[in-house]
């Protein structure tokens, strides 16, 4: 293989989009191979380093010469203008956007709500939750079934409201300004979801302050009491974070899970022969789709060395976790989709210290809908044929507008 990284401009424009919804898009593999570090030009004219073999991708997420700050001038965003910059600079960080001690400091109080054992203690209401959506899914009078809006979306949802403490009676709201956020077809309707939905959240969290029950959100703000020093603006920040990333994420892995599994049954049949399976098939899908790919941007606040690239202060770096997730040095055969492989090692939560913090509740998630929805309706097909499913080549995060099915 040829290791040949040059400052010229490479010929690929991102955010590309996928040609086969089954696989990224077909630029992503000769550019891999022959430049894994290399510059490409944005959609906002920009341009930023492009980081596409999984050795690579690993040492930039790892590394605190690269900021996750979108503050920084020099951070990389596909299409902005200045509304939407002055929109992101006005506002508390989320905490994918702090680094270092900063970003601890948010993170740390919060990773108690993740741990195995509360997750395990949650798993019997994940299943009730999932069970629940299942038997309305099996009433259905008519056929074929939007799964789409029937389980993938209700199912986290549902069970990101109860751990934060969102009136679910508001799904509706916050999953249409979720996706306006995520679309890429207007920066003024993305702005005005962000807006919309911030607002919303504001208020809640308000009303938590005054009239605490018993939630994720709840606890932070006894806790922030506790020590003295209540943060609103914080609160909101970790809010939004989590409700946006705590059901758009999932419910697209979902979809995209039953169509991979449907498209190959010999794969599906083997997690339904034993369901002991499933798990290490959650993380062959969660690899195969890798559906936030690019969104993992940072920007150099020192020079470094990666990949034969010499990346200077300032340069935006877009770590494409999809490219590295079908790199053939780590995952043989990366367009083979295999439940047996054992991808526990790939990108698509993303990595270093600011990988998903929820991560092990999708893994949950995803495994109980998939074992309990194959066992449920074992006859569970497409209703048509898998290349004219709407995929969501105009999101950010990859999914499915529809997944019609029957049985």
């Known amino acids: 293989m040829t290791n040949h990284t040059t400052e010229e401009l490479a010929d690929l424009r991102l955010p590309v989009e996928r040609d086969c919804p089954f696989a990224p898009p077909a630029a992503y593999e000769p550019l891999r191979e022959r430049a894994p570090v290399s510059k490409v030009r944005l959609a906002s004219g920009g341009e930023a380093w492009w980081v596409a073999r999984h050795e690579e991708a690993r040492a930039v997420l790892a590394d605190p010469r690269f900021s996750s700050d979108r503050r920084h001038d020099g951070f990389p965003l596909y299409s902005v203008d200045e509304a939407t910059l002055r929109q992101f600079r006005s506002q508390p960080p989320l905490m994918l956007g702090m680094d270092g001690a900063e970003h601890a400091g948010a993170r740390r109080p919060v990773i108690g709500e993740f741990t195995v054992k509360r997750l395990a203690a949650l798993r019997p209401r994940v299943q009730a939750i999932v069970d629940h959506f299942i ?14 809006r029937a389980l993938s979306l209700p199912v986290p949802s549902l069970v990101i409201c109860e751990l934060l403490g969102v009136p679910y009676a508001d799904h509706d709201f916050f999953q249409s300004r979720t996706a306006m956020m995520v679309s890429r077809t207007s920066l003024e309707e993305r702005r005005r979801g962000m807006t919309e939905l911030r607002a919303y959240l504001d208020d809640l969290v308000t009303r938590k302050e005054s009239e605490p029950g018993d939630d994720l959100l709840s606890r932070q703000i006894a806790r922030q009491r506790q020590e003295g020093a209540l943060d609103h603006g914080a609160l909101l920040s970790l809010a939004f974070l989590l409700l946006t990333a705590g059901h758009e994420t999932t419910a697209n892995m979902i979809s995209l899970g039953v169509a991979g599994l449907l498209t190959h049954p010999d794969q599906l049949a083997l997690i339904t022969a034993d369901p002991t399976r499933t798990p290490m098939a959650v993380e062959e899908l969660l690899r195969y789709f890798t559906i936030a790919d690019g969104v993992t941007n940072r920007v150099a606040v020192e020079d470094v060395e990666c990949g034969g690239a010499s990346i200077k202060a300032g340069d935006g770096v877009i770590v494409s976790t999809l490219s590295a997730d079908w790199d053939p040095a780590v995952f043989e055969d990366p367009a083979e989709l295999d439940v047996e492989r054992g991808a526990r090692h790939h990108l698509a939560f993303g990595f270093g210290p600011h990988q998903c913090l929820g991560q092990n509740l999708a893994r949950m998630e995803l495994q109980i809908v998939f074992d309990t929805l194959f066992r449920r309706i074992p006859t569970l097909r497409l ?10 080549t105009d999101a950010v995060i990859y999914g499915l507008h529809e997944l019609p099915v029957t049985w």
Not at 383 to 392: C, T, Y
């Open 135 to 148: 038997d309305a899914l099996l009433a259905a009078d008519e056929r074929p079934v939007d799964l789409v």
């Open 383 to 392: 209703a048509g044929p898998a290349e004219d499913l709407p995929f969501k």
